[in-house]
């Protein structure tokens, strides 16, 4: 479920998701985000149909599993808060993390609201991306080297010091 839901590109499916098999040789993977397992009981129960209110809202909270490097205040279990919705229903939610964030006294905060736009403008700037990272494919980290083809918006998140260069112009 989470491989095709997440995608097999994704770092979570290839390299941070616990996924083994158990004594009684049964696959298990411990549940690495809370979006894809939402997704398939929304299909699965077919809550799409015309018998449930819209917009449908759900959220969900609980113990998250990656297999990440431990850093200082990162855990390979951790807590996920998340709300899925319909994104007419996004300000509603930005709204309540804001009220979230008031109550518990959380002072200095900033939301930043970002897009890519339509299908057309994302394929566009994916392309656009590919394009202008190519040259300098041998200069960026192996994370990002095997990133660009399968998923290069993940370049722009990388914290390798040989990529933030290039990242800065893109």
């Known amino acids: 479920v989470i491989s095709r839901s997440v995608g097999d590109t994704t770092d979570i499916v290839s390299k941070e998701m616990y996924d083994f098999y158990d004594k009684g040789d049964r696959h298990i993977t411990l549940r690495p985000e809370g979006t894809a397992p939402i ?19 759900v959220f969900y909270n609980g113990p998250m599993f990656r297999y990440e490097r431990p850093q200082k205040g990162r855990l390979r279990q951790f807590h996920q808060i998340g709300v899925e919705e319909n994104p007419v229903t996004d300000v509603e939610t930005m709204a309540m993390a804001m009220a979230f964030f008031n109550q518990l006294g959380v002072k200095e905060i900033r939301l930043v609201i970002n897009s ?8 566009a700037y994916r392309q656009a991306l590919i394009d202008y990272l190519t040259p300098h494919l041998s200069e960026l980290s192996e994370d990002s080297q095997r990133r660009l083809h399968e998923n290069p918006l993940r370049v722009l998140d990388s914290k390798d010091p040989r990529d933030k260069q290039f990242v800065a112009d893109a």
């Open 39 to 57: 997704v398939r009981a929304f299909v699965e129960n077919k809550l799409f149909g015309p018998e449930f209110a819209k917009p449908y809202k």
């Open 116 to 123: 890519l736009g339509d299908k057309e403008s994302r394929q």
